[in-house]
């Protein structure tokens, strides 16, 4: 089976910089997946780690260690329209794979 | 227009009735999926589609039913729908092996009285 933690929820202010982290336990890795989910809506893709290290992008960075079972995903220079649900998520399998999802972190932004 | 549909967006029914909630999509992909989402459970996987003849049960099966009526095409059904099974639901597609991620649909809220 898959085991995968992260906070319920963090709180921030506008401008500063968030770590939120995931762990994870799972056989068959195939990458980790980290999307964005404002409430109500459509969760949207935010980055993807499948080797160890830290893929920037603008912003928001992920780092990856398969070796540990971690990741983490960092929020700079944060803006009101940050807050929103992060949500961990983890591929397992070959090229048809699923997605497990952990139960996300709700991230409030206040000014 | 949007890649990833789902109707109805909202709907409201009762314990025991023939519920079928529909997504379409315009991105070309093969994989398909169907999530419910509650409070406090996260995203859970019902049912995924790798191709119009492949169907699998995920983690939460019970009391769903699926069909893919086409590559485009993959509705889920409540037979008897109850009211445990009130939530919200996620159609969400991909496409091909690799880093490729998961394209979700605007959901579907249930409301199951």
């Known amino acids: 089976g898959q085991n995968i933690d992260q906070p319920t929820e963090m709180t921030a202010t506008e401008g500063a910089i968030v770590q939120i982290n995931c762990t994870y336990q799972?056989?068959?890795?195939?990458?980790l997946f980290w999307y964005q989910q404002h409430a109500g809506e459509a969760p949207t893709f935010l980055s993807y780690?499948?080797?160890?290290g830290l893929e920037e992008k603008g912003r928001f960075s992920s780092f990856l260690s398969r070796s540990k079972g971690y990741s983490y995903l960092l929020l700079k220079e944060l803006q009101m329209k940050d807050s929103a649900s992060y949500l961990c998520?983890?591929?397992?399998?070959?090229?048809?794979?699923?997605?497990?999802f952990g139960k996300g972190t709700l991230l409030t932004v206040n000014p | 227009d949007a890649d990833v549909t789902q109707t109805p967006r909202n709907r409201i029914t009762k314990t025991g009735k023939r519920i079928m909630l529909e997504c379409s999509q315009t991105?070309?992909?093969?994989?398909m999926y169907w999530y419910r989402q509650d409070p406090g459970l996260g995203l859970r996987l019902i049912y995924y589609?790798?191709?119009?003849?492949?169907?699998n049960k995920g983690e939460i099966s019970d009391g769903y039913s699926v069909s893919r009526q086409a590559q485009a095409k993959f509705s889920l059904s409540l037979e008897s729908a109850i009211p445990n099974q009130t939530a919200l639901y996620f159609c969400?597609?991909?496409?091909?092996?690799?880093?490729?991620?998961?394209?979700f649909g605007p959901g579907t809220r249930l409301t199951v009285l």
């Open positions: 969400a597609t991909r496409g091909g092996a690799g880093k490729d991620e998961q394209f």
């Open positions: 799972t056989s068959g890795f195939n990458g």
């Open positions: 780690n499948v080797l160890d």
């Open positions: 998520a983890v591929a397992r399998g070959s090229s048809n794979y699923k997605l497990t």
């Open positions: 991105k070309g992909h093969d994989r």
């Open positions: 589609s790798f191709d119009v003849k492949d169907i």
